[in-house]
T-cell receptor, first 116, second 113 residues
Framework: GAVVSQHPSWVICKSGTSVKIECRSLDFQATTMFWYRQFPKQSLMLMATSNEGSKATYEQGVEKDKFLINHASLTLSTLTVTSAHPEDSSFYIC????????????FGSGTQLSVL | DQQVKQNSPSLSVQEGRISILNCDYTNSMFDYFLWYKKYPAEGPTFLISISSIKDKNEDGRFTVFLNKSAKHLSLHIVPSQPGDSAVYFCAASLSGGYQKVTFGTGTKLQVIP
């Protein structure tokens, strides 16, 4: 089946630094990828929709200047958390839409970000 | 505003018995519903889905029931196995697609051997 690879699986960084998370669709092309965020014991909240070759669409309340999304190719989307702060510590998950034949949504394994 | 709700944060079931996980939604425009299984520190994996034109979909040990008038769906797992222990998320989307999916808060299922 289709696979979405997310890297890194966990990262610890100092406050004020930037962190880049990669999401790759390994055996299919994904014109659209999605970035979610999950706090402990809470639901996965959609942050933004990443569109290949165009600007990402951010959900209400998500700062686009803080969470930079780049979808430069049909198999790669990146999320950069800029000037990270402890409150940005969370579990970030990407997903990609497999257009054929089943049009399923596949998820990466997630990235646990801890900002000190 | 939580449009998809799973009111039971946890559920314990004996191995071999039926597990029933419930989900309610408020947006009547949702027309596609999905269940995902998630282990700690991993991404969700798709389990089963149902279109709003159906009221039941079955796949092996997993069956999803949809009651549109009540805006309620449920996932039945029978027989339950210890490997089913995980967090289960109910999710819903608009326009029959998988694209923008709204997740519930999850129910942690523990299957006791």
């Amino acid at each position: 089946g289709a696979v979405v690879s997310q890297h890194p699986s966990w990262v610890i960084c100092k406050s004020g630094t930037s962190v880049k998370i990669e999401c790759r669709s390994l055996d299919f092309q994904a014109t659209t990828m999605f970035w979610y965020r999950q706090f402990p014991k809470q639901s996965l909240m959609l942050m933004a929709t990443s569109n290949e070759g165009s600007k990402a669409t951010y959900e209400q309340g998500v700062e686009k200047d803080k969470f930079l999304i780049n979808h430069a190719s049909l198999t790669l989307s990146t999320l950069t958390v800029t000037s990270a702060h402890p409150e940005d510590s969370s579990f970030y998950i990407c997903s990609a839409h497999d257009r054929a034949p089943n049009e399923k949504l596949f998820f990466g394994s997630g990235t646990q970000l801890s900002v000190l | 505003d939580q449009q998809v709700k799973q009111n039971s944060p946890s559920l314990s079931v004996q191995e071999g018995r039926i597990s029933i996980l419930n989900c309610d939604y408020t947006n009547s425009m949702f027309d596609y519903f999905l269940w995902y299984k998630k282990y700690p520190a991993e991404g969700p994996t798709f389990l089963i889905s149902i279109s709003s034109i159906k009221d039941k979909n079955e796949d092996g040990r997993f069956t999803v029931f949809l009651n549109k008038s009540a805006k309620h769906l449920s996932l039945h797992i029978v027989p339950s196995q210890p490997g089913d222990s995980a967090v289960y998320f109910c999710a819903a989307s608009l326009s029959g697609g998988y694209q923008k999916v709204t997740f519930g808060t999850g129910t942690k299922l523990q299957v006791i051997p």
